[in-house]
């Protein structure tokens, strides 16, 4: 079955008409980054994933926090991977930077977990930073979905900027929360569309299906297409 998404769109990776796609080399695992402001839930949806990949594919997290390793410890805690196969890298500034300017951390600790799973077939780069305009070099990651929630309120997808506009998923995230906080889903789903053309998105809640499955079925497809490259 096809994926199914909110937004008018294929599922297949669109880029910022000006951004370069990584050239990726025959074997490599795909490189999937999420981003998105602190406390939309990046973490949880990561954690998602990896409980629903683990069993039929090789996964590996690679997190990015300032001076903390918080978000490696809480997937370690959870035990949705092996530890050795999560890892983090403290950024000591804005983790925008780490995925986006200065990339060399990342790229060193992915060479690190590469070399320690040599059949690896998906690592997921997870960083928050600059609000609503972090997004990820096209040298660190082959594509990005970037994660807001509902309690940002719905006004949230029409303000734009780069992750919510440029990501190749948009990740409406905590849907659960919309009658408590006021927010009204229909002017999201619209408000989205409006500004990402035809780039795919989803409204999830986690609470209400902890498999994340609409993002699932994402990720899967750039595995099928990234497959066939």
Same mark, same amino acid.
């Given at each position: +079955?096809? !994926?199914?998404?909110? #937004?008018?769109?294929?599922? =297949? !990776?669109?880029?910022?008409?000006?951004?370069?796609?990584?050239?990726?080399? !025959?074997?490599?695992?795909?490189?999937?980054?999420?981003?998105? !402001?602190?406390?939309? #839930?990046?973490?949880?949806? *990561?954690?998602?994933?990896?409980?629903?990949?683990? %069993?039929?594919? $090789?996964?590996? *997290?690679?997190?990015?926090?300032?001076?903390?390793?918080?978000?490696?410890?809480?997937?370690?805690?959870? =035990?949705?991977?092996?530890?050795?196969?999560?890892?983090?890298?403290?950024?000591?500034?804005?983790?925008?930077? =780490?995925?986006? %300017?200065?990339?060399?951390?990342? /790229?060193?600790?992915?060479?690190?977990?590469?070399?320690?799973?040599? &059949?690896?077939?998906?690592?997921?780069?997870? $960083? @928050?930073?600059?609000?609503?305009?972090?997004?990820?070099? $096209?040298?660190?990651?082959? =594509?990005?979905?970037?994660?807001?929630?509902?309690?940002? #309120?719905?006004?949230?997808?029409?303000?734009?900027?780069?992750?919510?506009?440029? $990501? &190749?998923? /948009?990740?409406?995230?905590?849907?659960?929360?919309?009658? +408590?906080?006021?927010?009204?889903?229909?002017? +999201?789903?619209? %408000?989205?569309?409006?500004?990402? @053309?035809?780039?795919?998105?989803?409204?999830?809640? /986690?609470?209400? %299906?902890?498999?994340?499955?609409?993002?699932? &079925?994402?990720?899967?497809?750039?595995?099928? *297409?990234?497959?066939?490259?």
């Amino acid at each position: +079955m096809p !994926p199914h998404f909110d #937004g008018h769109a294929d599922g =297949a !990776p669109h880029a910022h008409p000006d951004r370069p796609r990584r050239e990726r080399q !025959p074997g490599e695992p795909l490189r999937i980054g999420v981003g998105g !402001p602190v406390g939309s #839930g990046k973490t949880a949806l *990561v954690a998602a994933l990896c409980r629903m990949l683990r %069993d039929e594919l $090789s996964v590996a *997290v690679l997190t990015n926090d300032i001076y903390t390793t918080e978000d490696a410890d809480f997937l370690r805690r959870n =035990a949705v991977l092996p530890d050795d196969r999560i890892a983090a890298v403290q950024t000591g500034g804005c983790p925008h930077t =780490a995925i986006r %300017d200065d990339i060399t951390a990342n /790229l060193d600790a992915i060479d690190d977990l590469i070399a320690g799973h040599d &059949d690896l077939d998906l690592i997921l780069v997870e $960083s @928050g930073g600059d609000n609503l305009t972090a997004t990820f070099s $096209s040298g660190l990651v082959d =594509a990005q979905i970037f994660v807001v929630d509902v309690a940002g #309120g719905d006004k949230v997808p029409r303000k734009g900027g780069p992750g919510v506009t440029f $990501s &190749d998923l /948009l990740v409406i995230n905590k849907t659960d929360l919309a009658p +408590m906080v006021g927010a009204d889903l229909d002017v +999201m789903r619209r %408000d989205a569309g409006a500004v990402r @053309g035809p780039r795919p998105f989803v409204l999830i809640s /986690l609470t209400t %299906d902890p498999t994340a499955a609409a993002v699932l &079925d994402w990720v899967r497809e750039q595995l099928r *297409v990234a497959q066939e490259v």
